[in-house]
């Protein structure tokens, strides 16, 4: 059995920020999976699904993001899991948007929610570094994160969650390659190798061509030319 937790902050006003792109990757795959309804459970919403042969829980923390490791400890706790069942979705302002990256353990580096869930359970678990972009300026980055995608945004991240969905199974086998695979194909899909390059424009008759090499003898020339 794994725990995969999205994080985010409760409530509608923050559903659409970018802190909250945890979240969306969960209930995107609920959605695709046919997982249970969610439910209130350890101060978060929980719903249970399987992909491929595996049993995968799905819990979204409603604590709000900083105190987050209170519900992942909780549900742990329960189902006897250990940090090495758990996976952590998050948003990353170190990766430029609609990038992802799979890693296991490390540092929090100054992610709230991350910080939480190592008070509570170590940094031992795997995390989906989810891209959102930076600000440009640390002094930026809370109302950055705590505001919505803007609109220009939306394709990409629409594409972005759709290939999450579509490589979830593979994560859950353990194959972060594969999934990295399916989400690519979502974000950047190759080039089809049927297309036709363009057809270069008809040259016009006026078109000045290299001249054609003149065989005629020298006589021959002469007598042309008073034609």
Excluded: C
């Excluded at 902050?9 to 969306?24: D, E, S, T």
């Excluded at 490589?167 to 086998?173: D, K, N, T, W």
């Excluded at 080039?191 to 008759?205: D, I, L």
């Excluded at 078109?207 to 042309?224: F, H, N």
């Amino acid at each position: 059995m794994q725990l995969w937790v999205g994080l985010g902050n409760p409530g509608a006003k923050y559903a659409k920020n970018r802190h909250n792109i945890g979240w969306m990757a969960l209930e995107q795959i609920a959605a695709d999976h046919g997982f249970a309804p969610w439910r209130s459970k350890f101060q978060g919403a929980l719903s249970e699904g399987k992909l491929g042969d595996d049993k995968v829980l799905l819990l979204r923390p409603e604590t709000f993001m900083n105190l987050s490791g209170q519900s992942v400890g909780e549900a742990m706790r329960f189902y006897k899991l250990s940090p090495a069942d758990v996976t952590v979705w998050h948003d990353e302002i170190d990766l430029a948007p609609a990038k992802l990256r799979v890693k296991t353990g490390g540092g929090h580096a100054g992610h709230n929610g991350l910080r939480s869930i190592h008070q509570h359970i170590g940094p031992d678990y795997a995390r989906v570094r989810l891209g959102v972009g930076h600000p440009g300026h640390k002094d930026r980055v809370p109302s950055y994160v705590l505001s919505d995608f803007a609109k220009a945004d939306q394709v990409w991240l629409d594409d972005l969650l759709r290939g999450l969905s579509d490589g979830a199974a593979h994560l859950a086998q353990g194959d972060s390659g594969k999934f990295l695979n399916a989400v690519a194909l979502r974000v950047a899909p190759p080039r089809s190798s049927n297309t036709k390059p363009k057809a270069e424009p008809a040259k016009s008759q006026d078109t000045p061509t290299e001249a054609k090499s003149d065989d005629r003898s020298a006589l021959q020339k002469l007598v042309d030319k008073f034609r």
